[in-house]
């Protein structure tokens, strides 16, 4: 039997993760013991043998050694996530060379889409590309660049290492109160005192939606396939799909009309987050089986009777 470490075990990811082997009643990869290092303890419900350590990763003396860890910790602060991976790493022994480590990093590290291209894996990262982003997301973009850096520094010392680029999502466990664009237009369709969802702009904005489903499946077969050379994957959904797409799709569902507050446009203009998820098929033979529509039933179900 298999145990995990789950570093950051309280947010989305972790969150969906307990969903998913709570649903399917069974034991992921012979898993029967699971760690779980947050600063947020919050009920984790589940029939697999839970241990659950209140602290940040930053404060965290000892890594213990198991056959899976997911490092999924992430702070609005950009320091301490970069202070939480060096105490990470210093608490590293040889011990820990055995176990398949998976870092859970972000498309932001590609930079802005200015184009219709899908990002690749091989595409160049580095602080030139990610610059032009505006506020926290370009101090958070640089900060998963060097935390990956961290990683594949762990690779070439002999540590079993992937790592998990990770684009957009939706799923029951995403915040309704969050600023997100889909949980905008979500909360837009729900309120009734309006009869229209607005867009800010007709800004061409292009999206992936992933399904948690789909996204906790490919992090499970990327940590089991992890190899010491470090792999990267993208992780996320090629079904593009604009905003105003999206927004015209929910209000059918509510019967209200979309309405565009700003009509300027530009062939310039454009906002593309969208991965390519060749790699992933090809060599782990992973696909999506939820789309857009049929991700979307299932989320606005949960919302509309207030389940969560």
């Known amino acids: 039997m298999k145990s995990l470490l789950f570093i950051g075990g309280t947010g989305f990811l972790g969150q969906s993760f307990f969903d998913y082997i709570n649903k399917r009643k069974l034991k992921i990869f012979n898993l029967s013991k699971i760690i779980v290092i947050s600063r947020k303890r919050k009920k984790i419900q589940t029939k697999l043998k839970t241990k659950f350590i209140k602290k940040s990763i930053t404060d965290i003396t000892h890594i213990p050694v198991t056959n899976y860890i997911i490092y999924a910790a ?30 859970t990093s972000s498309g932001a590290v590609y930079g802005p889409g200015k184009t219709k291209k899908r990002f690749k894996e091989f595409d160049t990262v580095n602080f030139k590309k990610v610059s032009t982003f505006k506020g926290y997301k370009k101090e958070y973009a640089k900060s998963k660049i060097i935390m990956e850096n961290r990683f594949k520094e762990l690779g070439k010392k002999g540590f079993n290492v992937s790592i998990a680029r990770l684009f957009t999502f939706i799923g029951k466990r995403i915040l309704i109160n969050k600023d ?13 005192k309006i009869n229209k969802i607005f867009l800010s702009s007709s800004k061409d904005v292009y999206r992936g939606y992933m399904h948690a489903e789909d996204l906790i499946r490919w992090v499970i077969k990327i940590l089991v396939k992890s190899n010491p050379k470090c792999n990267i994957y993208n992780v996320g959904s090629d079904e593009e799909i604009t905003i105003k797409q999206l927004a015209e799709i929910i209000a059918k569902k509510y019967n209200k009309q979309v309405s565009i507050k700003s009509k300027n446009r530009s062939k310039k203009n454009i906002d593309y987050y969208v ?26 179900k949960v919302w509309d009777h207030n389940i969560f």
Not at 82 to 103: A, E, M, R, V, Y
Not at 180 to 192: D, E, G, H, P, Y
């Open 180 to 192: 997100f664009a889909i949980t905008n237009l979500i909360n837009q369709a729900q309120n009734l």
């Open 74 to 103: 992430n702070s609005t602060n950009d320091l301490e996530n970069l202070k939480g991976i060096d105490n990470f790493i210093s608490l590293l022994t040889d011990k820990h060379k055995k176990t398949k480590i998976l870092f």
């Open 275 to 300: 991965p390519s998820i060749a790699k992933a098929k090809k060599e782990l033979n992973l696909i999506n089986k939820f789309n857009i529509v049929k991700s979307l039933d299932q989320i606005l």
